[in-house]
């Protein structure tokens, strides 16, 4: 059974780059045909889908991040990740990992969320 | 982008009661080659991530209580709990997954007792 960790600092300064780590267990992230996925949900509001990264290393990510975003795979750790640049109090969440079989688009398996504060 | 909109915001329901909550699409998620809506719903309580409980608007998934059932087609969709439980209070949110993303949610309904 797949499992998905997230990790990385809870505290980001406005301005500087947030990056998150999510380790998958139980499965390679280089086999079958997955899209390792990024959400968030800022605190008091709905689920926002930040972009995924396909196990050939083509991505998808959202317009309204995108010029901020990039989603990469680390298949030597069994590891993708988040980089989410120039940060502010908007982009305080928790943000999620989660996985994806290709020809769905739900998602049954996700990381526990990591809390992201932005402030100083 | 499809915008998802649910109704109600949130919602009071004593136990054992039926819970209904709806969300509407701004175009419909239904593909016309397959027939199948291309919606999900989701449960999150506090410090849990979300647990899926439905797919295709209306197949449950793997050991998730039969009281819980989807409906509708096209724009318009609804989560039904049968009998409310007291493990059922938490925020529930339908996703469409019919475009090619961003995938979008609804604003969530929080349901309680």
């Known amino acids: 059974q797949v499992q998905l960790q997230g990790s990385g600092p809870g505290l980001v300064k406005p301005s500087q780059t947030l990056s998150l780590t999510c380790t998958v267990s139980?499965?390679?992230?280089?086999?079958?045909?997955?899209?390792w996925t990024w959400l968030r949900q800022p605190a008091g509001r709905g689920l926002e889908w930040i972009g995924r990264?396909?196990?050939?290393?083509?991505?998808n990510y959202n317009p309204s991040l995108k010029s901020r975003v990039s989603i990469s795979l680390d298949t030597s750790e069994n590891q993708f990740t988040l980089n989410l640049s120039s940060v502010s109090a908007a982009d305080t969440a928790v943000y999620y990992c989660a996985r994806d079989q290709k020809g769905n688009g739900w998602y049954r398996e996700w990381g526990q969320g990591t809390l992201v504060t932005v402030s100083t | 982008d499809i915008v998802m909109t649910q109704s109600p915001d949130s919602l009071a329901v004593s136990l054992g009661e039926r819970a209904t909550i709806n969300c509407k699409s701004s175009q419909s998620i239904l593909y016309s080659s397959n027939n199948k809506n291309y919606l999900a719903w989701y449960q999150l309580k506090p410090g849990q991530p979300p647990k899926l409980l439905i797919y295709w608007a209306s197949t449950r998934e793997s050991g998730v209580p039969d009281r819980f059932s989807g409906s509708g087609s096209g724009t318009d969709f609804t989560l039904t709990i049968s009998s409310l439980q007291a493990e059922d209070v938490a925020v529930y949110y339908c996703q469409q997954y019919y475009t090619t993303p961003p995938y979008t949610f609804g604003q969530g309904t929080k349901l309680e007792i």
């Open positions: 990264i396909y196990t050939s290393g083509s991505t």
């Open positions: 139980g499965d390679s992230i280089s086999s079958g045909s997955y899209f």
